[in-house]
C-alpha cells in the first residue's frame, strides 16, 4: 500500500512513504525525534480518498543528515522544494508538533500551491514555547535524548532506559516513569526506541544546549497565519493530557486566520492520540475536515 522513496532536496536525501493515488495529494510531517511511521494508525483510512505522501524530516528516520542545519527554515526549504517538484495541483498539508510550524510556515510561502492545511497541536505562542522548552527540566530531558540518540545501546538497552525517563504530570510533585504512563506499554517503548536510534543527535542541539532563541529566531508565526486565506484546522491536544496548543493560543490563531476552524481532542494529549492508537476522534475531525474542501 505505501512505497518508500527518496527526494533530494538540495543535496540531503528526503525519504518519504508515498500511498496509491486515490485523491489529491495530502503530506504527512511529523514531529521533532520522530519518522513518518508515527502517522501509521490514521494512514490506512486517509489513503482511501487521499494520495498520501509521509516525509521524514532531514535527520530523522531514514533521510540524510545535516548537521548544524536543523533550524525550522532548513526544514521548510526541503518541504517547499518538495511539494513544489512532486505536485502538479493543490497540496493538503498536515503537520504535528514541530511539523505543524513547517506545515504553516509553508502554506505562507506557496500560497497557490497550498489548498489547506492542518495544524495538530502545535506550540503558537513563541514566548510560552520558549519558557516550556527552556526549563532546567527540559534541557534535561533534551541533553537525555541527545545522549541516547548517539549511544550505541542494543534496542533492548534503550528501551529500558527510555522507559526510567522521568515525566512531570500536571497536578503531581515527582514526576513518573515514562514507563509507567497509562497506556503504555512494550511495543510502544521499542517503537520510540526506534525513531530515536534513527535520528541525528545533532537535531536536538538547540533543545539541549539551550539556545532556543536561535533556533526560532526566524520562525514568525502570527504572520504566517495573519498570510492564509486557506481553510486551516487547528487540532488541540487536551491541556490537561500535555497538549501544548493552550485554549488562548487557539483564541489567539483564530483572530488572525480568515478561514480557521479548531476541535479539541478530547482526552488526547500532545501526541494526538497516534501514540497509543486510540484516534477515532482525530480521524473524526481530520477526515471531515477534508471532506469539506
Same mark, same amino acid.
Given at each position: 500500500?505505501?512505497? #518508500? &522513496?527518496?527526494?533530494?532536496?538540495?543535496?540531503?536525501?528526503?525519504?518519504? $512513504?508515498?500511498?496509491?493515488?486515490?485523491? *489529491?495529494? +495530502? !503530506?504527512?510531517?511529523?514531529?521533532?525525534?520522530?519518522?513518518?511511521?508515527?502517522?501509521?494508525?490514521?494512514?490506512?483510512?486517509?489513503?482511501?480518498?487521499?494520495?498520501?505522501?509521509?516525509?521524514?524530516?532531514?535527520?530523522h528516520g531514514k533521510s540524510g543528515r545535516a548537521p548544524g542545519q536543523y533550524r525550522p527554515e532548513h526544514y521548510v526549504a526541503d518541504i517547499v522544494g518538495?511539494?513544489?517538484?512532486?505536485?502538479?495541483?493543490?497540496?493538503?498539508?498536515?503537520?504535528?508538533?514541530?511539523?505543524?510550524?513547517?506545515?504553516?510556515?509553508?502554506?505562507?510561502?506557496?500560497?497557490?500551491?497550498?489548498?489547506?492545511?492542518?495544524?495538530?497541536?502545535?506550540?503558537?505562542?513563541?514566548?510560552?514555547?520558549?519558557?516550556?522548552?527552556?526549563? #532546567? &527540566?527540559?534541557?534535561?530531558?533534551?541533553?537525555?535524548?541527545?545522549?541516547? $540518540?548517539?549511544?550505541?545501546?542494543?534496542? *533492548?538497552? +534503550? !528501551?529500558?532506559?527510555?522507559?526510567?525517563?522521568?515525566?512531570?504530570?500536571?497536578?503531581?510533585?515527582?514526576?513518573?516513569?515514562?514507563?509507567?504512563?497509562?497506556?503504555?506499554?512494550?511495543?510502544?517503548?521499542?517503537?520510540?526506541?526506534?525513531?530515536?536510534?534513527?535520528?541525528?543527535?545533532?537535531?536536538?542541539?538547540?533543545?539541549?544546549?539551550?539556545?532556543?532563541?536561535?533556533?526560532?529566531?526566524?520562525?514568525?508565526?502570527?504572520?504566517?497565519?495573519r498570510r492564509m486565506t486557506c481553510p486551516v484546522l487547528l487540532l488541540q491536544g487536551d491541556p490537561s493530557q500535555g497538549g501544548l496548543l493552550s485554549d488562548?493560543?487557539?483564541?489567539?490563531?483564530?483572530?488572525?486566520?480568515?478561514?480557521?476552524?479548531?476541535?479539541?481532542?478530547?482526552?488526547?494529549?500532545?501526541?494526538?492520540g497516534l501514540a497509543t492508537w486510540k484516534v477515532a476522534p482525530l480521524l473524526r475531525a481530520v477526515t471531515g475536515f477534508l471532506e469539506s474542501l
Open positions: 500500500m505505501l512505497k #518508500e &522513496q527518496t527526494f533530494n532536496a538540495d543535496g540531503v536525501t528526503i525519504n518519504f $512513504a508515498e500511498g496509491p493515488p486515490s485523491g *489529491p495529494p +495530502l !503530506v504527512l510531517l511529523h514531529g521533532g525525534g520522530d519518522r513518518w511511521q508515527h502517522f501509521l494508525p490514521i494512514i490506512p483510512n486517509l489513503v482511501m480518498r487521499w494520495h498520501v505522501h509521509a516525509l521524514d524530516l532531514r535527520g518538495f511539494v513544489q517538484s512532486q505536485f502538479t495541483e493543490r497540496v493538503i498539508l498536515f503537520g504535528h508538533s514541530l511539523g505543524g510550524w513547517i506545515a504553516l510556515l509553508v502554506a505562507a510561502e506557496l500560497m497557490e500551491e497550498v489548498r489547506a492545511i492542518i495544524l495538530g497541536d502545535p506550540p503558537l505562542c513563541i514566548e510560552r514555547f520558549l519558557a516550556i522548552e527552556g526549563s #532546567e &527540566q527540559r534541557i534535561s530531558q533534551w541533553c537525555t535524548f541527545r545522549g541516547l $540518540a548517539s549511544s550505541e545501546l542494543t534496542m *533492548p538497552e +534503550l !528501551v529500558s532506559a527510555l522507559a526510567d525517563l522521568p515525566v512531570p504530570v500536571p497536578g503531581q510533585d515527582t514526576p513518573i516513569r515514562y514507563g509507567d504512563l497509562p497506556g503504555m506499554d512494550a511495543v510502544h517503548l521499542r517503537g520510540w526506541a526506534k525513531a530515536l536510534s534513527q535520528v541525528d543527535p545533532d537535531a536536538a542541539e538547540y533543545h539541549a544546549e539551550g539556545r532556543l532563541n536561535e533556533y526560532v529566531e526566524k520562525v514568525d508565526l502570527d504572520t504566517a497565519l488562548s493560543d487557539v483564541e489567539h490563531a483564530l483572530s488572525l486566520l480568515s478561514d480557521g476552524l479548531h476541535v479539541q481532542l478530547e482526552g488526547a494529549g500532545h501526541d494526538l
